[in-house]
């Protein structure tokens, strides 16, 4: 019978303990309610009453009867409630009976009053979503069309200018043309995960020639177009998937990132820097996903207080290496939203960052 009285004692105790873990944390200074402004982000409206914000899908109550209800606009007043002993955020134009939408005669086009809050600040994204910036694995530069040249004779060319590429390509079509970069590996297995490119221009291929010879006409530049970019389809800005839903990543198995977007030679990453990721869809991450970004904790040779001092490429620090070395724990220094999938990476922008973050920093699940 005490063993009974003890069992569920500690049943009970393991109950108190889980609900206190599941139960969402609210900043101190939290208001009750909140007016949404213009400018304003998912993140930064969870980041005012929750300590984890990544955690928004669990405030945010969703009215079922409201089309499109994780859409907030502008003007919206968001208010705090309890349900069930649970915060909820709830909007009180759904109270009041107010809707966003105006509802016209079947067959007849919803139109909207403003754009919806995004997720995330679509000013640091658009550039990485309206062209490719890493070539899938699978996406073989050999197969792509290329910059066979132009008549003046030169190996950089600049928009205005007459060129002829080689290979298949659409005629009266926008290209996206790009340099293949740096080729991504996984740091454990070495798999070649994908490639960087930097897009240089765009043209338009203007008439057939003799066998696979396209001429185009260089419309833009970004860098000087060079004899051997590549050339991809352009993303239709007007089918761009810019709607996120804010959720804590649930990999498998930790990653690393691999690099940083945008500007070559860049060493290290802080908030709304973008971030080149060793995980993607096969892994399960999914655009909206929130990671954890963590410092590697440094190595030390030894566990005696007395080796502390001791330098670890000294020579007593090498002995003390190769017989008894350790890792100090990581710490989590920063939180990036995914952004952009691949089959084996993706692209995920800094949201909050108290270090600067480095190549080979870990991405795991956040704390929930």
Do not use: C
Request: no cysteine.
């Amino acid at each position: 019978m005490k063993y009974r009285y003890v069992a569920a004692f500690l049943a009970s105790l393991l109950l108190a303990t889980t609900s206190v873990a599941d139960v969402l944390r609210l900043k101190a200074d939290h208001p009750e309610r909140y007016v949404v402004k213009k400018g304003d982000t998912l993140w930064d409206i969870s980041g005012h009453f929750l300590q984890k914000p990544w955690l928004w899908p669990r405030l945010w109550h969703l009215n079922p009867q409201i089309r499109d209800p994780h859409w907030i606009y502008p003007g919206d007043v968001l208010k705090l409630v309890w349900v069930d002993g649970e915060p909820r955020l709830v909007n009180e134009r759904w109270s009041s009976g107010q809707k966003r939408e105006v509802r016209l005669s079947p067959g007849m086009r919803i139109e909207r009053a403003g754009a919806p809050v995004p997720a995330l600040p679509y000013n640091e994204i658009s550039p990485f979503l309206q062209s490719d910036h890493l070539l899938p694995e699978e996406t073989s530069t050999s197969k792509l069309p290329w910059i066979q040249g132009n008549n003046d004779n030169v190996t950089a060319m600049l928009a205005g200018q007459q060129l002829y590429v080689k290979g298949y390509v659409a005629l009266n079509q926008q290209y996206g043309v790009y340099r293949p970069g740096k080729i991504y590996r996984d740091p454990e297995t070495n798999e070649v995960l994908g490639q960087a490119a930097a897009l240089t221009g765009t043209l338009v291929t203007t008439a057939r020639e003799e066998g696979d010879v396209t001429r185009a006409e260089l419309v833009k530049n970004y860098q000087e177009v060079m004899v051997g970019d590549r050339l991809m389809p352009i993303p239709d800005r007007e089918r761009l998937d810019m709607t996120y839903v804010l959720q804590p990543a649930a990999l498998a198995k930790p990653g690393h990132v691999l690099d940083f977007g945008g500007i070559d030679d860049v060493t290290a990453g802080n908030r709304n820097s973008v971030l080149i990721l060793d995980r993607g869809t096969r892994d399960g991450l999914k655009n909206g996903d929130v990671v954890a970004i963590s410092r590697k904790g440094v190595m030390i040779a030894g566990s005696n207080p007395g080796n502390s001092d001791y330098q670890l490429y000294s020579p007593a620090g090498k002995r003390l290496m190769a017989s008894d070395k350790r890792h100090l724990p990581n710490e989590i220094i920063g939180e990036a939203m995914v952004f952009k999938t691949y089959d084996k990476l993706s692209m995920a922008l800094v949201l909050q960052a108290s270090d600067t973050i480095k190549r080979g920093a870990l991405i795991g699940n956040p704390e929930q």
